[in-house]
């Protein structure tokens, strides 16, 4: 009889001791879920939010020489970047003929690729720091991250100018 309760309890200690690990095991899984959601959730808020200033700013205003035009937007990380920098003013510089362009006061985060042909009406970024407006279309061999378009951009020229970037 000692032998069977013996047994009995060996058992039973095993048995709560398999329940407390289970225990244990759910909690430390359900806290884990509780925190990746919580994350998921920071994350779509803050998502929802970038979006809500994209949908705000997918459009600016660009003003040359006192002529205005709208700009088209991209939905990237340089592009937003630039944005949060704006209202801002530059005398851009002639290069080429075909192109204004101004070295920034402070860089912007760059997604480069060589889009192999520019249109008219693209505002791009050169390197980390160079914004250019292209002005007339053309092939290139040149790497760019693409910021926006502006429509119905006429040919500028080749003086420098006076342009203004505002939401």
Known sequence: MKKGIKIFLIIL????????????????????NLDSQTNISNEDINKNEVDKIME????????????????????????????????????????NGNEKYIYLDETLPTNSYNPKHIEKGDIMLYGNDCLVIFYKSFDTNYSYTRIGHIDNLPDLGNNSVIVKFEK
């Open 56 to 95: 705000d700013v997918t459009n600016i205003n660009v003003s040359i020489n006192n002529q205005k035009y709208n700009a088209i937007i991209e939905n990237n990380e340089t592009a937003r970047s630039f944005i949060s920098k704006l209202p801002q003013e530059f005398n851009m510089k002639e290069l």
């Open 13 to 32: 200690a095993i048995l709560v001791i398999v329940l407390l690990a289970d225990m244990v095991q759910l909690k430390f899984f359900n806290n884990r």
